[in-house]
């Protein structure tokens, strides 16, 4: 019983910002990770940023200098800050939380929201 729901997409121009966020909620013993990933129209889903619950970051080369991601541990949030949004940044962008319900190691395994749709235009 674990939900994550996204918000802050929408229609931005190039060279605009956006600042997406995310919250998990349900039966959550602990959370490892929390990130972004994105899927554009005809292409794989891929990586854009993720952080650690150690402090760790890990963004994609296209995003670098450009986001920022940021979590509140306490509550079970994560946002992604978009600064100088670029036309190909166009894509419904995933929450992902590895997260377990338990006490179990075993419980550990990856969630995902439904996405929000950010349409950077020209």
């Known amino acids: 019983q674990v939900q994550l729901v996204e918000s802050g997409g929408g229609l931005v121009q190039a060279g605009g910002s956006l600042r997406l966020s995310c919250v998990a909620s349900?039966?959550?013993?602990?959370?490892?990770?929390m990130g972004w990933y994105r899927q554009a129209p005809g292409k794989q889903r891929e990586l854009v940023a993720t952080?650690?619950?150690?402090?760790?970051?890990n963004y994609a080369d296209s995003v670098k200098g450009r986001f920022t991601i940021s979590r509140d541990s306490a509550k079970n949030t994560v946002d992604l800050q978009m600064n100088s949004l670029k036309p190909e940044d166009t894509a419904v962008y995933y929450c992902?939380?590895?997260?377990?319900?338990?006490?179990?190691?075993?419980?550990?395994?990856?969630?995902w929201g439904k996405g929000t749709l950010v349409t950077v235009s020209s």
């Open positions: 952080k650690t619950s150690g402090g760790s970051t």
């Open positions: 992902n939380a590895d997260l377990s319900t338990t006490r179990s190691y075993f419980s550990r395994m990856n969630y």
């Open positions: 349900g039966t959550i013993f602990s959370i490892s990770s």
